[in-house]
């Protein structure tokens, strides 16, 4: 079985950037064959009467076929969360961790191998500058500051990589994350309305990315950087999200393509994330409640019963040439 290699301590810029290399090729091989192994789950149709009613709302859902969340999204994920930890001054294990992506996101490790890439370069440079230029004693003093600032940063990140690696070998038990419903402005869950409303003949795509947010495998994921909002994607739908605890997740919204403008995704997206924090004080707070939790099972149960209603009957929608859409 392939593993993630170690950062060692001692090492060149040219050798961590293969090795950093070799590791984002080891961790997109390690996804491809975990997502091929992993069974589509069809959860059975449950019958249950829910605390509030349903309002059905009206959308229409654009989306741009040419939108992409590949090499350009990973290089913006990276500047986000370097320009997190680059000025940060109480460097402790807590204090990086705040700034630095969920353990669970599926580009943890390759972001973090490039952060600790960043940081040596920075070194270098900060090395150089101090070999070459004519500087101040205190300038100095500053700049082996800066250095030492980021050797304690590349610790910990290597520490980090390292309890990522144990956690993966001690896990036993398949994850199984909790559904927080967002509530549109009438208080029904938004997520709810817009799947009564989709051609059934999607449901079982939207089974399986859910069941991917559900067991942290995070189908397809991607990151919207601007709102700390994530999307997990499959031919022509859709879901958006959000981490509230490392095991529970806001569900936001679920669509598919209507259109083929970027400009009209991005302005679903905003009015999907302005819904979202207007209520996330008030969805974290109750997180200890159980009345309301169990609210959110029950949501979550009529998610299923909708999807798993219509699974067997329509013909789900493929892309020709495509075997794993």
Known sequence: MEIIKEIPEDITTEELTELIDDNIRTTRRMASETKKAQAEKMLEPITITLKEPFEIEMTEVPLDDDIHFDDDEFEEAVKHFFDKIDFLDDITLDSIKEKLPDPLDYDYQPILLRLAAELLKQNSEICQIISEESLQPEEVTVLEKDLEKNKQKMAILRTLLSEK?????????????????VPNISGSPCVLNEIKHIDPAYYEKFISLFDSIKTGKFKNFARF??????????????????????????????????????????????????????SVDSLKANLDNEEFMKIQSDYEQELYNILGVAKDKPKVMTKKGDKND
């Open 165 to 181: 690696e144990e956690e993966k070998e001690e896990e036993t038990e398949q994850v199984q994350n909790k559904f927080i419903f």
């Open 225 to 278: 950087t601007a709102y700390d909002i994530f999307e997990v994607k499959d031919f022509k739908v859709r879901v958006l999200f959000a981490r509230l605890t490392p095991d529970t997740y806001a569900l936001i919204s679920a669509f598919t393509k209507k259109v083929t403008t970027s400009k009209g995704y991005t302005e679903l997206v905003n009015l999907r994330a302005a819904n979202y924090f207007n």
